[in-house]
């Protein structure tokens, strides 16, 4: 290793991947799951319309959403949702 190359090893520089990604995937996930309230919110007191997003759009938008949920929350949202769904 050169003598002007950064030492990746230590976890705690800011160089390392860990410490400077750390919560972005929380805070990605979090948004996400904020935004499907906000969408509904907004679509219930007619700010947003929603009739004009097709029906395969709205189902991305609900997996992403998922996913995001169970980034944030773990695997037990899996579990939730499938029991809420009666599967």
Do not use: C, H
Not at 10 to 38: C, F, H, K, N, Q
Not at 49 to 60: K, N, Y
């Amino acid at each position: 290793m050169r003598e002007d190359t950064p030492n990746t090893d230590d976890e705690s520089t800011t160089t390392s991947t860990m410490e400077r990604w750390e919560y972005i995937g929380t805070i990605l996930a979090g948004t996400m799951v904020l935004s499907l309230p906000v969408i509904v919110g907004g679509a219930a007191i007619g700010t947003l319309t929603l009739s004009s997003i097709g029906q395969a759009w709205f189902v991305l938008y609900a997996t992403v959403t998922l996913m995001a949920a169970t980034w944030a929350f773990g695997e037990e949202t899996l579990s939730a949702v499938q029991k809420a769904r009666g599967k």
